[in-house]
């Protein structure tokens, strides 16, 4: 009778053991939420040719709802670039024209393959997580994004 109480104790040890190391092991999908940094990403975007001065500080998002949101001196691309717009003297229907061509950003994770979806395109891409470093590759392009602290 002692040596099963042994065994069953020495079982629901190993059982609690295995379970939290499962628990652990957080995958790509909740390790990719939050912030990124990657300044050529995000100049590459060609706001100059909007009339649109480049931010000071811009990073993309990844969010637990499945959004991808690019970021610029802290507010979403869209904001970033109608404010400046309407600074800059922009009539409202040229404004209104140049922010429907900014898509909506949404994104699955499907073990170490990133989906991004942006209006009707999808586009599937190799990732790897490395610490803070996101590789994320596309055919032979490679982008780097570090996570913000």
Sequence with gaps: MELKKK????????????LLTGCGQASLK?????????????DSM??????????????????????MQIMADGKELKVYIEEALKAAGSEKETIDTLLLILPEFT????????TLTFG????????????????ITEGETTTVFVKRK
């Design 7 to 18: 065994a069953l104790g020495l079982l629901s040890i190993l059982l609690v053991a295995v």
């Design 30 to 42: 909740d390790k990719i939420v939050g912030a990124w940094d990657n300044k050529e990403f995000v």
């Design 46 to 67: 060609g706001l100059s040719e909007l009339g649109v001065a480049a931010p000071k500080d811009t990073w993309v998002e990844f969010t637990k709802d499945g959004k």
């Design 107 to 114: 994104y699955k994770v499907n073990g170490d393959k990133l």
């Design 120 to 135: 009707e395109e999808s586009q599937e891409m190799q990732t790897e997580l490395e610490g803070d470093k996101l590789s």
